[in-house]
């Protein structure tokens, strides 16, 4: 096999749930495309790459000038309600079922001594200043039902301490052991939210 063809399937292939043989296919028909699109995408991809980054409060990807993204700059989702999620596709997840109308905080993964994930790689260091300057009054866990979820979890608590005011709640019935949000329909997700448990 051509050796740039190869590099580029495995570099297709180190992206999340997808497999050599789908970064093949997705590969082949972009080469054999006779409509720019390869070249569309990867124009995209350096524009993307050169002007999106995280939000300097919540970690959400943003191409704001201020670095500041919009659910951040929104004065109507200051309700007192923080979501704490893994990573922005959950942010979408939940912002299609439209069952919470707060602000998010993104950790960027979860702790995990198999993957090497330790503290220091996630998004937490702001966590307190942001409940106290926000005036948050509820912290909501919406990480998967695993073991580095809820390992996660208690982390987070641990460093966000006891803040006046401030109560913990986690998804209830609906998320199944092992469950990630973007796997979970809008009915489902409903139900965890409004039936959520105080830790």
């Known amino acids: 096999m051509n050796s740039k063809i190869e590099r580029l399937i495995k570099q297709f292939a180190k992206l999340p749930r997808l497999g050599s043989r789908a970064a093949q296919r997705i590969v082949l028909a972009l080469l054999q495309d006779k409509t720019g699109r390869a070249e569309n995408l990867a124009n995209a991809?350096?524009?993307?790459?050169?002007?999106?980054?995280?939000?300097?409060?919540c970690g959400?990807?943003?191409d704001a000038d201020t670095h500041v993204c919009e659910f951040c700059r929104d004065a109507s989702r200051a309700n007192g309600?923080?979501?704490v999620v893994r990573?922005?596709?959950?942010?979408?997840?939940?912002?299609?079922?439209?069952?919470?109308?707060?602000?998010?905080?993104?950790?960027?993964g979860l702790l995990s001594g198999a993957s090497g994930t330790m503290p220091d790689d996630l998004h937490i260091a702001n966590l307190p200043s942001r409940i106290t300057s926000e005036n948050i009054s509820e912290v909501i866990f919406a990480l998967p039902n695993t073991i580095e979820?809820?390992?996660?979890?208690?982390?987070?608590?641990?460093?966000i301490g006891d803040v006046s005011g401030v109560r913990f709640s986690e998804l209830a019935s609906g998320v199944p052991l092992g469950g990630d949000l973007?796997?979970?329909?809008?009915?489902?997700?409903?139900?965890?939210?409004?039936?959520?448990?105080?830790?």
């Open 149 to 159: 979820g809820k390992t996660t979890q208690h982390y987070v608590m641990s460093v």
């Open 81 to 83: 309600q923080l979501c």
């Open 87 to 108: 990573d922005l596709a959950d942010v979408w997840t939940l912002e299609k079922s439209a069952v919470f109308h707060g602000r998010y905080h993104i950790l960027g």
């Open 45 to 57: 991809l350096l524009d993307a790459s050169a002007t999106i980054g995280p939000c300097a409060v």
């Open 60 to 62: 959400i990807l943003t």
């Open 182 to 199: 973007d796997y979970l329909d809008d009915g489902t997700l409903t139900l965890a939210f409004g039936g959520r448990k105080e830790l």
